[in-house]
């Protein structure tokens, strides 16, 4: 659709005057609409928009005010003989055209939706003149004298009186309210910084210590931006390398950044107006240098083996501050006065969930020669998120995500610290949106606070498998804007099985590849999560996930008709991360235990319940572990997420005693994710990360081959139909913006 000539309106905006002097440009707000160059600009700068939203938006502003029917609006966008999921399609261009302008649905400034009718835009809009200001909307106004003079002398004092009267009852009632009334504080003012579209995220942001500038970076690179004026400069980083974390010096010209290459980060000091950046320290993360600008606390290690750092600002005499293995680090913020640092942490929990901390220790304690450092808990419970800045004024901004129906949001809090580093009063809600706050950050004076809150939108896709081995475009089967996730298909190869989360817990759905709206197949107050079909594909066996809370809880892996009816248990354990059967007439069925030292494979009856141990792997990251079962039942294909040195590696585990081998993947940095093909000769894998995402189909001699390299969206693995034909994809793509709070 994005090679469709653009349609110009063919009608001017409804009460503005169009002439000679005038372009085809329209203003509203900070925003410019350039008819005649297809371009959206704000505050003169360029905004990503395709050619769909960009039409919606140039009909939108054609009728200011009025309502714009959901019909006028496909009538636009496609031809009368296109064939189109029309309702689920034009939510999807709302959607990004809201993503562009920075606008909400909930609570809009420019695009309003009528229930049942339409879109309206709210936003008054002008014409731009040839001269570039904005025209103004043309009125005749005729001025005629009055048949009778109702401006007597005496009537105009009575009216002067009367007036002044009025007046001072309304002091008076003002007054006697200021002084009655319950006092609030003023609602702080929330500005959007950037506007990247839905394929270009931002990544990291950080606002400099004098609040007039925002260092961001997206899929395209590193930039500076002038918050008063919005204008943006790009920033010079070593080839290859991508900004994760960014910290900037009391100066507000310098900062220190974790550039990523692969999985390997470092910490550099560069500046914001030029030169080339310094490398500081070869291993390290999440920076936090301290208000004085002398020194940085960051984490470092491998992960699950990380630790807390300090170092001088020059990267010299680190030394480690603590943490213990198992140990998940968000990020690290020093307090006001330079003498304590806070930091976020989580312990890994199997199921749904885990359980976040706030911790907060002293530096100089440490600095002292203390060999650990002892910290005290702020916060702790399910929900706690990394994002953490420490202001000058006290407050401790943090991210906490919503309870369910709404679990995949977070919002920034924050709590006040004493000069100890305790909670000084109860926690504060500062935002209630959608997404989730990914990044934090205060200027010196408190009044400015700049965060990243992103979208994900993980969907099921479909493609079909052509006779060449290479896919067919894949295609979006789910349309809501739920986190939907596949897992099977139904014997006949016509129906996806996934679950997903738009009733607010994870229940079991079917939907043919036909169809725009899915049979609901599974549903409870606990996550309904993996769900796999039996051998001879008649029952649907899952796991009950625990909810937060529940952490310690042992996982049941029940079974029911996939034809409906009554569930039941099979097997019950603490921390079953997968289950898979092989296909009929094998009748083999294997799942999978985890815990601090490994993890153990075991059989189960797909009827009758548990069996014996089949296999069994000694490392202390077994969550990194990701396998699958053959379709004939005989081999366990194994693989650990890409975290330690070399090339990734496949285990295969003959289940026949067989010798085991090892399928060497050369030219990848790391699989995340795998399956058996159908006809059991081949392996599908994803890479790792989000940069360069590729779709793999490794055969037995360990030769990867792309399949798929997704451009805007990444993915994350591939379910084949039985018979082959068909792979239905889970596929992710999300929006992400920096925006500011001003006290």
């Not at 690179?221 to 920033?235: A, N, V």
Request: hydrophobic content about 40%.
């Amino acid at each position: 659709m994005g090679n469709r000539a653009l349609k110009l309106p063919n009608s001017p905006i409804v009460g503005t005057p169009i002439g000679n002097d005038v372009s085809p440009a329209r203003r509203f707000g900070v925003f410019e609409l350039d008819l005649r160059e297809g371009e959206l600009r704000r505050n003169g700068i360029k905004v990503k928009l395709q050619d769909q939203p960009f039409q919606v938006l140039a009909e939108l502003v054609e009728r200011p005010g009025q309502v714009v029917t959901r019909e006028d609006l496909r009538n636009r966008l496609w031809p009368a003989d296109t064939y189109v999921d029309f309702d689920h399609s034009l939510n999807a261009v709302i959607r990004r055209l809201r993503d562009a302008l920075g606008d909400s649905a909930e609570n809009p400034t420019f695009v309003e939706t009528v229930a049942r009718r339409g879109y309206r835009f709210l936003a008054p809009v002008s014409a731009v003149s040839a001269n570039g200001n904005g025209a103004s909307e043309s009125s005749a106004v005729n001025e005629t004298k009055a048949a009778s003079d109702v401006g007597s002398s005496r009537k105009q004092k009575l009216w002067i009186i009367a007036g002044m009267c009025a007046m001072v009852l309304v002091l008076l009632g003002l007054a006697l309210g200021f002084f009655l009334a319950p006092h609030t504080p003023a609602p702080v003012r929330i500005t959007r910084l950037t506007a990247n579209p839905v394929d270009d995220p931002v990544h990291a942001s950080a606002i400099s210590r004098d609040g007039r500038y925002l260092a961001y970076s997206d899929d395209t690179g590193f930039y500076l931006r002038q918050i008063d004026t919005s204008e943006t400069h790009p920033l010079s980083l070593p080839e290859g390398l991508e900004i994760v974390d960014i910290s900037w010096l009391p100066d507000s010209t310098h900062m220190v950044v974790a550039l990523q290459k692969g999985h390997e980060m470092s910490l550099w000091e560069l500046s914001a107006f030029g030169g080339f950046p310094r490398m500081l320290i070869e291993d390290g993360r999440a920076p936090a240098v301290s208000p004085d600008g002398k020194k940085i606390a960051f984490v470092a290690g491998k992960p699950l083996k990380q630790r807390i750092w300090l170092a001088e600002i020059t990267g010299e005499q680190s030394r480690e501050l603590g943490g213990e293995d198992s140990d998940m680090f968000g990020s690290i913020c020093w307090s006001p006065d330079g003498k304590k640092i806070a930091y976020t942490t989580a312990k890994f929990t199997y199921g749904y969930g885990a359980k976040g901390m706030i911790d907060v220790v002293d530096v100089q304690n440490a600095s002292a020669g203390r060999e650990r450092m002892l910290p005290s808990n702020v916060l702790s419970h399910f929900g706690l998120n990394a994002p953490l800045a420490w202001a000058p004024d006290g407050r401790l901004y943090y991210s906490e995500a919503e309870p369910r129906p709404r679990q995949a949001d977070s919002n920034l809090w924050w709590i006040r610290l004493n000069s100890q580093g305790k909670p000084d009063g109860a926690p504060v809600r500062l935002t209630n949106d959608q997404g989730a706050v990914y990044s934090v950050s205060a200027s010196s004076d408190s009044k400015h606070i700049a965060y990243v809150r992103g979208v994900p939108q993980p969907d099921v896709y479909v493609a079909k498998l052509g006779s060449s081995g290479l896919l067919d475009e894949p295609r979006r089967l789910t349309l809501d804007d739920h986190q939907d996730l596949p897992f099977d298909w139904t014997p006949d190869s016509k129906n996806v099985i996934f679950v997903s989360d738009r009733t607010g817990t994870f229940d079991i759905y079917k939907q043919a590849l036909d169809q725009t709206v899915p049979e609901l197949l599974v549903s409870g107050t606990k996550h309904t999560v993996e769900p796999r079909l039996s051998p001879d594909g008649t029952q649907i066996q899952y796991l009950l996930n625990s909810t937060w809370g529940e952490a310690d809880a042992e996982v049941p892996l029940m079974t029911v008709p996939l034809a409906g009816g009554p569930a039941k248990q099979l097997v019950k354990a603490k921390w079953i991360s997968n289950h898979q059967c092989a296909h009929a007439p094998a009748n083999v069925c294997i799942y999978s235990v985890i815990s601090e030292t490994g993890i153990t494979f075991y059989t189960f009856d797909p009827l009758k319940g548990p069996g014996a141990q089949v296999y069994q792997v000694k490392d202390e990251l077994a969550q990194l572990y990701n396998w699958t079962l053959s379709p004939d039942g005989t081999t366990l294909a194994i693989a650990k997420g890409k975290f330690d040195e070399g090339e990734p590696r496949i285990h295969l585990v003959s289940l026949n005693g067989d010798p085991e081998r090892w399928l060497e993947i050369h030219g990848w940095p790391g699989v995340q994710a795998l399956d058996w093909a159908a006809d059991g000769k081949s392996i599908w894998a994803t890479t790792s990360g989000d940069k360069d995402n590729t779709l793999l189909r490794i055969d037995m001699r360990g030769k990867a081959r792309a399949v798929w390299r997704p451009k805007e969206v990444s993915v994350r693995w591939a379910i084949p139909s039985r018979d082959g034909k068909y792979l239905a994809l889970h596929v992710n793509s999300s929006s992400a913006n920096a925006w500011m709070l001003e006290k």
